[in-house]
């Protein structure tokens, strides 16, 4: 097919020896649209540019910023990458960022334990047992629960959460601060149940009926199609889901400061305060630092660590998706 | 043969008959939860928002509404304050308004204009590719990186003083605008994927030119889903607090904003300030921030739901 202003273009030079009266009357016209066309399509081209500038501006800034830090606050990658120790305010500060990880990594461990199996039970459910109407009641509630902002997630952590804790644990002779991991895990796993399981629900209802008509065909139930014909044949979609709730629950910030506290440590007790990247960021923006020292810089080099992990996950993610695609779509 | 085979099976035929059912109420309990978890949480807020107030039962419906109104309006007309019986959201409601429209203005044209070039402009091909791949990774960033990439973009600009806009509404606005940005170009695609063929090569054998055809005809059959797109994008944008804490919006501001390049304070930012007080009494005013909060996105997310279920013309 040829383009519309090339066609235009090709009937006026056509016309040009018998109606030299209707080509000036056309000619200018079609100039005009053509010009008209380009800067359109130009203008379009720039705005999807503007989101590949977008993740340039990302990566420049943070890693630009990072390297400001490192050259300020003289400490070596290595320390950073290895130390226990973060101590911004203390003379001299030491950052390193394995009490932020530990945390970061705490959380979204426990906040998966919760979501993952329930996301996905819940996905088997809406893809293979629900009758089309309760489905259609369901799905909408899912949606609106991922539409709940997490700091209203982090005040729930507050009012009840904690509270729930604190009644169930003093009453054994456990302490349970304010501020606790636990109760950051449970809010944010809640969270990110419903990403688990519309997507989840997504890959499975797409694995093609045959599959399954093959399996009742020859005798088997309907929990045997749920978890040995339609689970496997979708679980790559399935793990790609949750690999994208984890990058979310890694990069979710006010739930987990509302619900966690603000206290680096390293403990395996969860019922202690933690702090997690995202928290670190927020402290460090929320005090007293002025621009320039190194306390401020360093809350790049940690941005830095959450954008490569967060990244890296949604990359594997997408890799695993295509690799489900490619078999069934 | 049947008869000693039937009694092997018997055992192997009773788990299986029983599994079934267990299993599938276990799936169907999984799915109530986030049934449970929206009523427990708006109970709860509801609850904590009718604390302190003179005690009614809670299936006194009419009274507790009457106070949970009262209670909304109060905390809507005060401004931000350090004492619980006068603070209120005021300059925060104000502030997240001038985001939303901010917002709309700047990232609604670009996101739907990307969408469009990526759909019916680019060629397929590798620059596709890398924009395609490129969207759907910047969907998965934490939004709190937007908030630290708006503050030394818009905020500060690199420290040069003539282009930096300092912590004022259109840095914010920006930063949010980039933030929804992904997923205003996502959904434009998926909308205008759903237009059928037929409509553009009729279009085009009329002699329409491309954008002729875009902007009279896939453009309007689209425009639902579009704007299905773009009203959950802004409410998401509303609800955040991370990225608009990066980029500035103090919560102790009594001032209203008077323009884009003012001073400003949204209100999840001060729902998140009196959430941090250590005082028992803001809890009320807590709550009654967040119900606000919830009505405004609950309200705008219906209005998405209500255009699609409308107009699923092509679907």
């Not at chain 1, 819940?122 to 009758?131: G, H, M, R, V």
């Not at chain 2, 109420?25 to 107030?53: D, E, H, M, N, R």
């Not at chain 2, 985001?99 to 402009?121: F, K, R, T, W």
Request: proline share 6%; aromatic share 8%; net charge positive.
């Amino acid at each position: 097919m040829t383009t519309p202003e090339r066609s235009a273009a090709d009937s006026a030079a056509v016309m040009k020896p018998d109606h030299p009266a209707t080509e000036d009357l056309w000619s200018g016209h079609s100039r005009f649209l053509a010009f008209w066309e380009l800067a359109i399509a130009v203008i379009l081209a720039f705005c999807a540019v503007v989101t590949v500038l977008t993740t340039l501006g990302i990566v420049l800034v943070l890693s630009i910023q990072t390297v400001e830090f490192f050259m300020e606050s003289k400490a070596g990658i290595l320390e950073f990458l290895l130390s226990t120790e973060l101590k911004p305010d203390a003379t001299p500060p030491t950052f390193g960022i394995l009490p932020l990880a530990w945390g970061t990594f705490a959380i979204a461990f426990g906040s998966s334990c919760i979501a993952l199996p329930i996301g996905l039970l819940s996905a088997i459910y809406l893809s293979e047992y629900a009758p089309r109407r309760l489905r259609g009641v369901l799905k909408p509630a899912l949606e609106l629960l991922a539409g709940i902002p997490s700091i209203v997630y982090g005040y729930l952590a507050l009012l009840l959460v904690t509270p729930v804790l604190k009644a169930i644990f003093e009453p054994l002779g456990i302490r349970v601060p304010q501020f606790n991991a636990l109760s950051a895990c449970i809010v944010v796993g809640v969270m990110i149940i419903p990403l688990v399981s519309s997507l989840s629900e997504d890959v499975l209802s797409a694995v093609p009926r045959g599959l399954r008509e093959a399996a009742y065909g020859l005798g088997a139930t309907k929990f045997e199609v749920s978890t040995r014909v339609v689970l496997p044949a979708g679980l790559s979609g399935v793990v790609a889901s949750f690999i994208l709730a984890i990058s979310r629950a890694v990069g979710e910030t006010m739930a987990v400061v509302l619900a966690a506290g603000m206290l680096p440590q390293i403990t395996l007790n969860p019922l202690e305060s933690l702090e997690t990247m995202t928290t670190y960021i927020v402290q460090v923006i929320s005090g007293e630092a002025s621009y320039g020292t190194a306390k401020y810089l360093s809350l790049f080099a940690v941005g830095l660590s959450l954008f490569v992990i967060t990244l890296g996950l949604n990359i594997i993610s997408g890799l695993v998706l295509a690799r489900y695609r490619e078999v069934y779509q | 043969m049947s008869e000693t085979a039937a009694p092997r099976f018997r055992p192997h035929r009773m788990i299986r008959s029983l599994l079934g059912p267990i299993f599938g109420a276990a799936c169907f309990l999984a799915t109530l939860t986030g049934l449970i978890v929206l009523v427990v949480l708006l109970g709860s807020i509801l609850y904590a928002a009718l604390k302190g107030k003179p005690d009614n039962p809670w299936y006194a419906i009419v009274a507790n509404l009457r106070e949970l109104w009262g209670l909304l309006r109060t905390v809507a007309l005060n401004r931000q304050s350090s004492d619980p019986a006068t603070a209120g959201y005021r300059v925060g409601i104000v502030g997240s308004l001038w985001l939303l429209g901010l917002v709309a203005l700047l990232a609604i044209p670009v996101g739907v204009a990307a969408g469009v070039y990526l759909e019916e402009y680019a060629p397929p091909g590798r620059l596709r590719r890398i924009i395609q791949t490129n969207i759907a990774n910047l969907a998965g960033v934490p939004s709190i990186v937007y908030g630290i990439l708006g503050l030394a973009l818009f905020v500060r600009a690199f420290g040069v003083k003539a282009l930096a806009l300092g912590p004022c509404l259109l840095a914010g606005a920006l930063t949010l605008g980039l933030l929804i940005l992904p997923i205003i170009v996502i959904t434009t695609q998926e909308a205008l994927r759903t237009v059928p063929g037929s409509l553009r090569q009729a279009a085009l054998a009329l002699g329409a030119t491309r954008w002729q055809m875009v902007s009279g005809h896939v453009l309007p059959a689209a425009l639902p889903g579009i704007m299905t797109g773009t009203i959950l994008g802004l409410s998401r944008a509303i609800g955040e607090t991370a990225p608009l804490l990066m980029v500035g919006a103090a919560g102790a501001i009594r001032k209203l904003p008077k323009g884009p390049l003012e001073r400003y304070t949204a209100l999840p930012v001060e729902i998140y300030n009196y959430a941090k007080e250590p005082d028992r009494m803001f809890q009320t005013i807590t709550a009654g921030g967040i119900v606000i909060l919830l009505i405004l996105l609950l309200s705008m997310n219906a209005a998405a739901i209500m255009i699609r279920n409308r107009f699923q013309r092509y679907q």
